[in-house]
């Protein structure tokens, strides 16, 4: 079902280029959409040229091409033959719909950078020291696993208040925290005690010298 919640008109200025509407096709249009709110079910030529200035055969030869595009339907209702401009509508609100979904990922991205930065400047503060490549990509996996900025930054404050500085401590935190969630909010949860055991097998390969051996135990 087509939704009315949002102006036809207005989506069909900002879209009609897009679409590739000539100008005397958007006011074809324009007027179909006038008489039919009006009242008017079958709308054609010859009505429009009475309230257009231009020719019959013109407006012909134009709703012959807004048709072939798929943007004007003639259908049969009980039995009578109406004009309908739902095709159109249906295409103007997908292309409504795209642009509110980039518009949403472009927000949620700068969301993600932001948040990122904050968890990146917190994390060099308060241990001191630059991240290496590894602790990047592991923040940046909490992240996408939907950790927040503050939930991970609390994590790290945690882990420092009992004498740990690494991620493998930080992590840890993190899924004690989430079990506990789950717990209270299923009654039951299905997270493991082990930590991301992937992630314990790339820094041993790398044997990078960041990791603490302080909480190892």
Sequence with gaps: MITEAIDFRFLLLENYKKLQITENQLVIVLMIDHLLSQGNPFITADLLSLKMSLDVKDIDTLIADLLTKGLLEYTTINGKTVTTLNPLKEKLYSEFQISISKE??????????????????????????????IEVSRIREWVTLGYSDETIINALK?????????????????????????????????????????????????KTPWLDDDDDH
């Excluded at 950078?113 to 060099?124: A, D, P």
């Design 158 to 206: 945690e882990a420092l208040s009992q004498g740990k500085k690494s991620l493998r401590s930080v992590d840890k935190i993190l899924l004690s925290w989430a079990k506990r969630d789950e717990l209270e909010t299923e009654g039951k949860t299905a997270i493991k005690d082990d930590w991301s055991t992937n992630l314990e097998e790339i820094i041993r390969i790398a």
């Design 104 to 133: 949403n990922a472009v927000k949620n991205n700068q969301k993600i950078k932001s948040e990122l930065n904050n968890i990146f400047e917190t994390f060099q503060k308060e241990l001191g020291r630059s991240l290496s490549p």
